[in-house]
Structure formats: C-alpha cells, structure tokens
C-alpha cells in the first residue's frame, strides 16, 4: 500500500517540526547553561533529524538506492555517537 504524496509531505512538516524543535532546546538549554554536552545534544539531534529527512530527500538524484540508504544511515549512526559522546560527558 502507498502512500499518498500529501500524506507523505505531512508527515515529512510533522517529523521536521518535532525534531527540530528538539534541536532548538537542547541549543537554548546550551546558551543558558554553557554545559557543553549540551551542544553536542544539539548536533547529534540535528544529524538525526538531517538523516531522517532531510538527507532522504536531497539525494534523490543519485539514482542509487543503495548509495542514498548508506548517506542517510551514516547521518543516523554519526548522530547516535554524537549522543552517545554527550551522555558520556555529562
């Protein structure tokens, strides 16, 4: 069953607003407190974000499935050890 292309871009807004969201008050919480994991908080979050739908989208035109599933996962892992490194240092 597919999707329809409204659905899918609703979903895309949902998941952008949400997630960046996220991203702006874990950068808020950084400015107020200068605690430097938080900035990491921050960019481990955004990779995320990026690599879950942004990075999906903007490499379309590479016309290989493959190729495009390692780019987005790649964003998706560096994000996770982003995280993983501001858990650590907290």
Same mark, same amino acid.
């Given at each position: 069953?597919?999707?329809?292309?409204?659905?899918?871009? &609703? $979903? /895309? *807004?949902?998941?952008?607003?949400?997630?960046? %969201?996220?991203?702006?008050?874990?950068?808020? +919480? !950084?400015?107020?407190?200068?605690?430097?994991?938080? &900035? $990491? /908080? *921050?960019?481990?979050?955004?990779?995320?974000? %990026?690599?879950?739908?942004?990075?999906?989208? +903007? !490499?379309?035109?590479?016309q290989n499935e493959n190729l495009q599933k390692?780019?987005?996962?790649?964003?998706?892992?560096?994000?996770?050890?982003?995280?993983?490194?501001?858990?650590?240092?907290?």
């Amino acid at each position: 069953m597919s999707e329809s292309p409204t659905l899918e871009y &609703i $979903l /895309l *807004a949902a998941h952008l607003i949400v997630g960046f %969201l996220l991203v702006f008050f874990s950068a808020k +919480a !950084f400015t107020r407190t200068k605690y430097k994991p938080m &900035i $990491l /908080l *921050a960019i481990g979050f955004t990779l995320l974000v %990026l690599g879950e739908t942004v990075v999906e989208y +903007a !490499f379309n035109f590479l016309q290989n499935e493959n190729l495009q599933k390692i780019i987005e996962e790649g964003f998706e892992i560096a994000g996770f050890a982003v995280l993983i490194l501001a858990v650590k240092k907290s």
